[in-house]
Structures are given as structure tokens and as C-alpha cells.
């Protein structure tokens, strides 16, 4: 079993930045990658970014590519979202999220098998 629990959420204006961190703790694997979710009222859970376990692969969805930053820490088993230039669209709970296999180009929600509780995260206009 994998605890995850996520911190850094919080309300931040537009063009602000927060620091998202994820802190896994339990089994450890051999092979594994993190993945950030997030859930807008309303609309579907959507991948954010995701990055392995040795930072190989790399995932950025392209609408905030530029702004978010995912980066990990194998050693501690944690990850990192720095999320910059923010925009009252980025609003939303986001969830931290550790899977086995990258067995797609974009990893799919399906191949995480761990989730967080979920931060929330607002951008006020």
C-alpha cells in the first residue's frame, strides 16, 4: 500500500505561483512513475503532468506547458508542481497519483493505482 499526501494548495491571483508536493510513503517499487490530476467542478478528471521515476519520461499537458514544471525526488519518493503565470482556469482539486507502468504516450488514469486526497487550489481573477 501507498499513502500519498499532497500539500501547497491554496488561493493565489492571477499571474501567481504556487508549489504543489506530493509525499508518498509505504511500499517502495522498483519501477514506478507521479502523475498530478486535476478536477474542476463540473468536468472530468484531467492529467496534468506526469514524470517517472528516473525523470526519463516526462509528461506536460500542453495547455500549461510553459507554466508547469513537474520534477521528483526518487530518494524521498515525492513530487513536485510548480505551477506559474496561474489563471483562474487552473482552479481545481489536484490530486497527486503514483502508477506502475507507462505503458502509453500519455499515461492514462487507468495506470495510476495510488491516489491523494487532493489539494485545492483557487485563482482568484
Known amino acids: 500500500q501507498v499513502h500519498l499526501v499532497e500539500s501547497g494548495g491554496g488561493l493565489v491571483q492571477t499571474g501567481g505561483s504556487l508549489r504543489l508536493s506530493c509525499s508518498a510513503s509505504?511500499?517502495?517499487?522498483?519501477?514506478?512513475?507521479m502523475g498530478w490530476f486535476r478536477q474542476a467542478p463540473g468536468k472530468e478528471r484531467e492529467l496534468v503532468a506526469a514524470?517517472?521515476?528516473?525523470?526519463?519520461?516526462?509528461y506536460v499537458k500542453d495547455s500549461v506547458k510553459g507554466r508547469f514544471t513537474i520534477s521528483s525526488d526518487d530518494a524521498k519518493f515525492t513530487a513536485h508542481l510548480q505551477m506559474n503565470s496561474l489563471k483562474p482556469e487552473d482552479t481545481a482539486v489536484y490530486y497527486c497519483?503514483?502508477?506502475?507502468?507507462?505503458?502509453?504516450?500519455?499515461?492514462?488514469?487507468?495506470?495510476?493505482?495510488?491516489w491523494g486526497q487532493g489539494t485545492q487550489v483557487t485563482v482568484s481573477s
Open positions: 509505504g511500499r517502495t517499487f522498483s519501477s514506478y512513475f
Open positions: 497519483a503514483v502508477g506502475m507502468i507507462w505503458s502509453t504516450l500519455t499515461p492514462l488514469e487507468g495506470d495510476f493505482g495510488y
Open positions: 514524470i517517472s521515476r528516473t525523470s526519463d519520461k516526462i
